[in-house]
């Protein structure tokens, strides 16, 4: 089962980014540098290593505030509805597993980056959240906007089966990399995965 954490810090810069990544890869070895003060990390194993996920996220926003930040994470089953759960709440906010559509239904388009044109296009059709790209009927949306449109729909209903993008100190890698990774971060992960004492 997929589990994804966004480690979220509103308003952050370059230094902000770099201490998040540490922090992150402190606590899993599979982790992507998405934007300024957003990272994920994959969960997936990792549960009983960190007493499960609300005291993992509890241990991400310590360990952000131990260095004088204000944090927010949300985990859930893709990275969007972890990214809104972490946008849309306080401290901590996990979406029950197979809970994502619902979750992400009030959530704006802009959650899902698209581009100018894209963004136009659907603002035009009068399409706002993610549940009214995810209602749309599918094979009109393919014939209007061709794989891009069941793409997009799918993501909305936080269906996202793409391996988070490797972060790896400014190398991006796909999951052909992810083992090279992990060695890169102490062995399997093990010795920078070792949870503290509480």
């Given at each position: 089962?997929?589990?994804?954490?966004?480690?979220?810090?509103?308003?952050?810069?370059?230094?902000?980014?770099?201490?998040?990544?540490?922090i992150?890869?402190?606590?899993?070895?599979?982790?992507?540098?998405?934007?300024?003060?957003?990272v994920?990390?994959?969960l997936?194993g990792?549960?009983?290593?960190?007493?499960?996920e609300?005291?993992?996220?509890?241990?991400?926003?310590?360990?952000?505030?131990e260095?004088?930040?204000?944090?927010?994470?949300?985990?859930?089953?893709?990275r969007?509805?972890?990214?809104?759960?972490?946008?849309?709440?306080?401290?901590?906010t996990?979406?029950?597993?197979?809970?994502?559509a619902?979750?992400?239904?009030?959530?704006p388009?802009?959650?899902?980056?698209?581009?100018?044109?894209?963004?136009a296009?659907?603002?035009?059709?009068?399409?706002?959240?993610?549940?009214?790209?995810?209602?749309?009927?599918?094979?009109?949306?393919?014939?209007r906007?061709g794989d891009?449109?069941?793409?997009?729909?799918r993501?909305a209903?936080?269906?996202?089966?793409?391996p988070l993008?490797?972060?790896?100190?400014?190398?991006?890698?796909?999951?052909?990399?992810?083992r090279a990774?992990?060695r890169?971060?102490?062995?399997?992960?093990?010795?920078?995965?070792?949870a503290?004492?509480?």
């Amino acid at each position: 089962m997929i589990r994804i954490a966004c480690l979220h810090v509103p308003d952050a810069d370059a230094t902000v980014q770099s201490a998040l990544l540490d922090i992150a890869l402190r606590h899993s070895p599979s982790v992507e540098d998405v934007a300024p003060g957003i990272v994920f990390l994959d969960l997936r194993g990792l549960g009983k290593l960190w007493g499960g996920e609300e005291e993992l996220a509890r241990r991400l926003l310590q360990a952000v505030a131990e260095r004088g930040w204000t944090a927010r994470v949300g985990i859930a089953g893709s990275r969007a509805g972890a990214r809104f759960a972490a946008r849309a709440g306080e401290g901590v906010t996990i979406v029950p597993p197979g809970r994502d559509a619902g979750r992400l239904g009030v959530a704006p388009l802009a959650l899902l980056d698209l581009g100018p044109e894209m963004a136009a296009r659907l603002a035009r059709w009068g399409i706002r959240t993610l549940g009214e790209l995810a209602d749309l009927p599918a094979r009109g949306l393919a014939q209007r906007l061709g794989d891009e449109g069941p793409r997009l729909q799918r993501l909305a209903g936080g269906e996202d089966p793409t391996p988070l993008r490797l972060w790896t100190g400014g190398v991006r890698l796909g999951n052909r990399g992810a083992r090279a990774a992990r060695r890169s971060h102490g062995g399997a992960g093990r010795s920078a995965l070792r949870a503290p004492p509480p």
